[in-house]
């Protein structure tokens, strides 16, 4: 059974912070995503890996960065936390993209920055 | 890049009706077109997909059917009942060296008992 797991369930922080979040599959996956959810908008891709060290922007990729320095460990970095970064952030996983694409999410980090 | 439109944003119907969803892409690069199923406070859970090189796809009450020509894919639900209220997001991806996978906005769909 996947398990895709997040460092935090609720964060709050302050505006200008660094916030670190983190997330964790335990299934050998090669294709790590980090997701921002917002009422109305759905489920927007933020940045994702397919292999240690590599990235790709996603959709809306400004005043984050990530890191993958380990397979199984993907981490969201939000640089200077602003108030419209206020957002649930869903991690997911997946296997080789050569197999299947089924993405598996974790349980999700709801952050609030004040 | 990729773009998807999910229609509607609500869909009420009553236990037993028959729900669909409709959504397009923009991408006909677009090969793999997974529905997740989100229920209140839980996370996004798959639960149908189809490939660029089927038509159709049936899994007991759910079925997605997909036309490439026109770039658009919709999830049917017959004999709804109460567990299916949810919010249903539908995806395309596209291969760019790993999968990047775009979602529409989300439809929340009510089954009144």
């Known amino acids: 059974d996947v398990k895709v797991t997040q460092s935090s369930r609720y964060l709050v922080k302050r505006t200008g912070e660094k916030v670190f979040l983190e997330c964790v599959q335990d299934?050998?996956?090669?294709?790590m995503f980090w997701y921002r959810q917002d009422p109305g908008l759905g489920l927007r891709l933020i940045y994702f890996?397919?292999?240690?060290?590599?990235?790709e922007k996603g959709d809306i990729p400004e005043g984050y960065s990530v890191s993958r320095e380990k397979k199984e460990r993907f981490s969201l970095i939000l640089e200077s936390a602003s108030t419209n970064q206020t957002s649930m952030y869903l991690c997911?996983?997946?296997?080789?993209?050569?197999?299947?694409?089924?993405?598996?999410f974790g349980p999700g980090t709801r952050l609030l920055v004040l | 890049g990729e773009n998807v439109e999910q229609h509607p944003s609500t869909l009420s119907v009553q236990e037993g009706d028959s729900a669909v969803i409709k959504c397009t892409y923009s991408d006909s690069a677009s090969n793999y077109f997974p529905w997740y199923k989100q229920e209140l406070g839980k996370r996004p859970q798959l639960i149908i997909d189809i490939r660029s090189n089927v038509g159709e796809k049936k899994d007991q009450r759910i079925a997605v059917t997909l036309n490439k020509t026109a770039k658009h894919f919709s999830l049917h639900i017959t004999e709804t009942q109460p567990e299916d209220s949810a919010v249903y997001f539908c995806a395309a991806t596209l291969n760019t060296g790993g999968f990047k996978t775009i979602f529409g906005a989300g439809t929340r769909l009510f089954v009144k008992a």
């Open positions: 997911a996983s997946s296997l080789s993209p050569s197999t299947k694409e089924t993405q598996y």
């Open positions: 890996s397919y292999d240690v060290k590599m990235k």
């Open positions: 299934m050998d996956h090669e294709n």
